[in-house]
């Protein structure tokens, strides 16, 4: 009756003149829109409360819980009788039991020695206790101080001076030398850590420097490496795989007052080469894509966005899908229909298995290709042949619904990754790369103007490639903007991460 009430509540005007038929097509309709609105609750309530993991375990049949010994004949014991039990100590596995990783060789030792507060006169020395403890000093700030003689002739002749020449420095008249500046970008774009706070943290040592200095040092810098960046950009849109995905950063430039612009940071990445690019735009719209790809020529793996689709229909480039992307519509639609989402999600965790296994035997080539034909293309067929079948049974704008819609009408760019070695099962690698950019927005909220925001893309491209090739950017930008200033443009491709002469393009292209 209540149930009744409620329909009656929410059905339009002219109810009473609708046959049976169509008051039904308005209950279903209206069944949806709660049912939609519902799920749209339950993932708000999990965004800002829940757990963000995605793991999924799959349900055990209880009788596999249940251990079989077979018939055990049960002994008889008398009722007068006493029974003895006798046991073993087992010694506890060393393998349990914590271990300390001994502290790295290459740092430096300060010896102390500590002598026994008794006389030892006399006494034969027969070993020592060595006891070693990790200490810190916090960061320390030194000045080069380069002092250069002046000569002249003793006669005075010309007049001419002679003083020695100083080493290059990154940014001219700029205090800052190459260490301090890869500090300061580390820590913003590595470490999250804003400006404002860095120039407190230099306030405590007694250094005065403004986050306003701070800021023109970081634009400075990203000035210089620019011509780096571009050869980056040329590298990576030519080659024939690149994975590409998007992420907001607010703007503090706006055209309305006291309020920031959305801009986004496209991400496009190989992940062959392991190089990342950063590209900001003021928009998520396909102007971006559009203009940075016009020229791209291969196979292209993105998510879902309706803007990546047109390059579905270009002859030169073979767009893929994303098995991560279509995974989360199934982890989604978990709690409204968990029988339906579990099969789905123990489907694709069979590809993910099949993608284990060729990494632990370290396969390459045919073999991988050759594996994921006998092993995930099996599993990829059957699973479009369910939803096929099962997308009959659900509603349209149910959870269950749009994510089997979501993943059958994506399905041959989902199983394109069977076919070549080289290429990925998902876009997580460009979702790992995107990562530090959502880390550090929290941190320092905006950038503050759409250049600024252009400057943070050369360094998250250039650091996210420091990542991706295991090196240690610290080192890396020291000796890059010490280099970059002096080194010669046509071979500025020299500089980069993980740097390969056969990778970078000829200069004049």
Excluded at 327 to 332: D, V
Excluded at 415 to 424: N, V
Excluded at 475 to 484: F, G, H, P, V, Y
Excluded at 487 to 496: A, M, Q, T, V, Y
């Amino acid at each position: 009756m209540k149930i009744a009430l409620f329909y009656l509540c929410i059905m339009p005007p002219g109810i009473e003149e609708m046959t049976k038929e169509e008051l039904l097509s308005v209950v279903v309709e209206q069944d949806e829109k709660i049912n939609s609105l519902s799920f749209e609750l339950q993932n708000l309530k999990k965004a800002v409360f829940g757990v963000k993991s995605e793991r999924f375990i799959a349900d055990v049949d209880p009788a596999q819980s249940e251990l079989d010994f077979g018939e055990v004949e049960e002994e008889k014991i008398e009722e007068t009788g006493k029974e003895t039990i006798t046991y073993e100590r087992e010694k506890a596995s060393s393998k349990n039991k914590p271990s300390r990783q001994p502290i790295p060789a290459h740092l430096p030792r300060i010896e102390h020695i500590i002598e026994p507060e008794e006389d030892v006169t006399g006494l034969v020395k027969i070993g020592e206790e060595v006891t070693e403890e990790l200490e810190y000093n916090p960061g320390r700030l030194y000045v080069n101080r380069y002092v250069r003689p002046k000569y002249v002739k003793p006669t005075g002749e010309g007049n001419k001076i002679i003083t020695g020449k100083l080493p290059e420095r990154p940014l001219p008249k700029c205090i800052a030398g190459p260490n301090l500046l890869a500090a300061l970008i580390i820590a913003k774009f590595v470490d999250h850590l804003p400006l404002y706070r860095q120039s407190q943290m230099f306030k405590r040592q007694g250094i005065e420097l403004p986050d306003s200095t701070l800021g023109g040092w970081m634009n400075a810098g990203a000035k210089l490496l620019r011509p780096l960046y571009e050869v980056l950009k040329k590298i990576v849109l030519s080659a024939p795989y690149v994975q590409a995905d998007e992420t907001p950063i607010n703007v503090l430039e706006s055209e309305k007052a006291g309020s920031t612009h959305k801009g986004y940071h496209w991400v496009y990445q190989d992940p062959v080469k392991r190089l990342v690019l950063f590209d900001y735009r003021p928009s998520r719209g396909r102007e971006g894509p559009r203009d940075i790809l016009k020229n791209f020529k291969g196979h292209l793996q993105t998510d879902g966005y309706g803007v990546y689709e047109e390059y579905g229909k270009r002859s030169d480039i073979t767009l893929m899908h994303c098995w991560a992307h279509a995974r989360r519509k199934f982890k989604e639609a978990e709690e409204s229909d968990r029988a339906r989402a579990h099969y789905v999600l123990e489907q694709i965790q069979k590809l993910y298995d099949c993608e284990r296994e060729i990494k632990e035997m370290q396969l390459s080539g045919t073999e991988v290709v050759m594996i994921r034909k006998e092993k995930a293309l099996p599993v990829i067929e059957g699973l479009k042949k369910w939803m096929i079948a099962a997308i009959t049974g659900v509603l349209p704008k149910s959870p269950m619904g749009k994510a089997i819609e979501y993943t059958l009408s994506r399905i041959d760019a989902l199983t394109t990754y069977t076919s070549e070695s080289h290429l990925q099962i998902d876009n997580n690698l460009t979702e790992n790369a995107i990562r530090p950019v959502a880390l550090g927005r929290k941190n320092y909220l905006f950038a503050g103007s759409h250049e600024a925001a252009q400057n943070a893309a050369i360094y998250y491209s250039l650091l996210a490639t420091c990542k991706a090739n295991d090196i240690n950017p610290q080192t890396w930008l020291a000796e890059t903007l010490q280099k970059i200033a002096t080194h010669p443009i046509n071979r500025i491709g020299e500089l980069l991460p993980g740097y390969s002469a056969s990778q970078v393009p000829d200069a004049k292209g």
